[in-house]
T-cell receptor, first 109, second 119 residues
Framework: SQQGEEDPQALSIQEGENATMNCSYK?????LQWYRQNSGRGLVHLIL?????REKHSGRLRVTLDTSKKSSSLLITASRAADTASYFC?????????FGTGTSLTVIP | GAVVSQHPSRVICKSGTSVKIECRSL??????MFWYRQFPKKSLMLMAT?????????EQGVEKDKFLINHASLTLSTLTVTSAHPEDSSFYIC???????????????FGPGTRLLVL
């Protein structure tokens, strides 16, 4: 399967702390994207990092990509209760998206 | 960003009936549309890829006669779950892909999902 693996599966932190989620994948990619999904809702695109990029920032989000290790990490700084959601990485190869297994983040106020 | 809608957002049906889910790209023409299925607290699994005017390409293990996909136009794709059974209950998400000239690359947008419950 080309589906990515995310680690940890679940993460619970206090508001204000940083949250780090990791994603590993198996094949070469064009880009990697991170999405957020609130319970029972659709996906919200957060950030895209291309295969030739190593780090990208967007607001409180920081994404890294290590193509030699086939892994990426998403860091959410100064977390808020509203960040509580599931976070998925998606690797893009050609025309196809392959989603990771997701990390369920709970931010405790 | 571009908008993709799905209709209905939620549907409950009896076992044995067929259910049609629509996916529309509202402000752009989608060269390709994708259908995903998501089980509770699980990731999205790609079911099929469809291009306008041609037959859908189904992923391994997805029954094409069970999940009928029609990509009638560049802005509309439909997924019909035929003779639905309780095990078909799931969250179905579509996405639409297009090349955006101002960005110089293809981008894929996801619909809000349709929750299907088969009794």
């Amino acid at each position: 399967s080309q589906q990515g693996e995310e680690d940890p599966q679940a993460l619970s932190i206090q508001e204000g702390e940083n949250a780090t989620m990791n994603c590993s994948y198996k094949t070469s990619i064009n880009n990697l994207q991170w999405y957020r999904q609130n319970s029972g809702r659709g996906l919200v695109h957060l950030i895209l990092i291309r295969s030739n990029e190593r780090e990208k920032h967007s607001g409180r989000l920081r994404v890294t990509l290590d193509t030699s290790k086939k892994s990426s990490s998403l860091l959410i700084t100064a977390s808020r209760a509203a960040d509580t959601a599931s976070y998925f990485c998606a690797t893009v190869t050609g025309n196809q998206f392959y989603f990771g297994t997701g990390t369920s983040l709970t931010v405790i106020p | 960003g571009a908008v993709v809608s799905q209709h209905p957002s939620r549907v409950i049906c009896k076992s044995g009936t067929s259910v049609k889910i629509e996916c529309r790209s509202l402000d752009f023409q989608a060269t390709t549309m994708f259908w995903y299925r998501q089980f509770p607290k699980k990731s999205l699994m790609l079911m099929a890829t469809s291009n306008e005017g041609s037959k859908a390409t189904y992923e391994q293990g997805v029954e094409k006669d069970k999940f009928l996909i029609n990509h009638a136009s560049l802005t509309l794709s439909t997924l019909t779950v035929t003779s639905a059974h309780p095990e078909d209950s799931s969250f179905y998400i579509c996405s639409a892909r297009s090349f955006f000239r101002d960005r110089g690359h293809e981008t894929q947008y996801f619909g809000p999902g349709t929750r299907l419950l088969v009794l």
